[in-house]
């Protein structure tokens, strides 16, 4: 079993960058793909990115690409996305997400992770 926290969200003016943080427990974070989704009010889940067990691999969600890059740090078991150029469009609520890593390609659909964290509010003003 593991727990992801997520840390970072908070209030932005458009253009500005965040960081957010999810740091895992237990002791198998180097086995685990992780991902970062968002869920907007009235929106459904949508991916925003993944990075594979080693953090040699990476995919980003559409809205993403190119603004926003994730990254890991196995030391500190803790996953990070830096989400540079934010919109309005970008506030959401972002959960941080989990899985035994299969050692195939990553998976973008939220059914595919068993983990979950409680989300962080990330705010864009325009």
């Known amino acids: 079993q593991v727990q992801l926290v997520e840390s970072g969200g908070g209030l932005v003016q458009a253009g500005g960058s965040l960081r957010l943080s999810c740091a895992a427990s237990?002791?198998?974070?180097?086995?685990?793909?992780m991902a970062w989704f968002r869920q907007g009010s009235g929106k459904e889940r949508e991916f925003v990115a993944a990075v594979n067990w080693s953090g040699g691999k990476t995919d980003y969600g559409d809205s993403a690409k190119g603004r926003f890059t994730i990254s890991r740090d196995s030391a500190k078991n803790t996953v990070y996305v830096q989400m540079n150029s934010l919109k309005p469009e970008d506030t959401a609520v972002y959960y941080c997400?989990?899985?035994?890593?299969?050692?195939?390609?990553?998976?973008?659909?939220?059914?595919?992770?068993?983990?979950w964290g409680q989300g962080t509010q990330v705010t864009v003003s325009s």
């Open positions: 997400a989990g899985r035994t890593t299969t050692f195939a390609a990553l998976i973008t659909r939220a059914g595919g992770y068993n983990y």
């Open positions: 237990g002791r198998s974070f180097s086995t685990y793909d």
